[in-house]
């Protein structure tokens, strides 16, 4: 009964932009976040939540069908009303490694890089050792 | 009994089929025509919509929070839409079951109107997708076959 034609998502796939690709990516994970918190919390139904976050059924629809480009605010409400994260952000490990921050031997040790811009130890004026760049200026604005 | 239609298998996903519908007679399946539809391809919500199907088929299955009814017109889940955004642009489909969905037309819905009862295109295309879920479910009721005889 079935006929099998052509496969057009393999086309399809390769011309999706990139932000397009991750902005709809992360708005499903969000809407599933929110379904999954939504099911495990004390409120019965989708539309009691809705309810008691002022906010109108359809809205909430949208917003679990991944349709929403969420802002931090509605996602903080959602999130106090569930008593629960939706969301977390990666502490960025992009600060200057500081091991050895008071180490007196600092000659010895090799500049680094960090972030990709040249880290390289120094002597601060109360003695301490810290990184510094003093090409930083000149990096930023290449 | 003749359905008029057959099942056109698009894509067999990691967690979910996808298949059309083509008409008796005619040369292309009916989610074609909507990826050939120049007002659907130039509708800044296609691209995401095409990225929300693949997510769809090939990561998280057919959740059931993803397919939206289209209003009154429906009076069976299975038939729904697949929209982004504010739902201007809208794909109709029937989601079978949690492994099956089968698309069909969809159109643009312009900002003018505030029903899509209004868009003569649209009413068109959902009360077909209505047509299909009917007549497979009738068909099969009185065949005995099981929607995976027909794929």
Redesign the interface.
Known sequence: MSREVDDYFDEIDTKIPEDVSRLVEKQMDIAEAIAGAIERSEFKTRKAFAAAIGMKESMLSRILAGNVNLTLKTITKIESALNTDIISVKTPKTKPDLEGLHQPDIESRPAKYSSGRLIVPSIAAEGKTEYSNDRKESSDEQ | MN?GF??????VGKKAK??SI?YDGEDN?E??KF?TNQEVLNHPDF??L??????L?DK?GL?L????PEDELFTHSEICRI?????RLRLYCIRWNDNLLILGGGGVKSSDIRFWQESPELSNEARKIADVYHRLTDYLNETGLTID???
Do not use: A, N
């Open positions: 359905l057959q099942l056109v298998r698009i894509k996808i298949y083509q399946h989610f074609h990826l691209e995401p095409r990225k929300k199907i693949k997510e088929y998280r959740l929070q993803y397919f939206r929209d982004y955004g504010v739902g005889d027909l794929l």
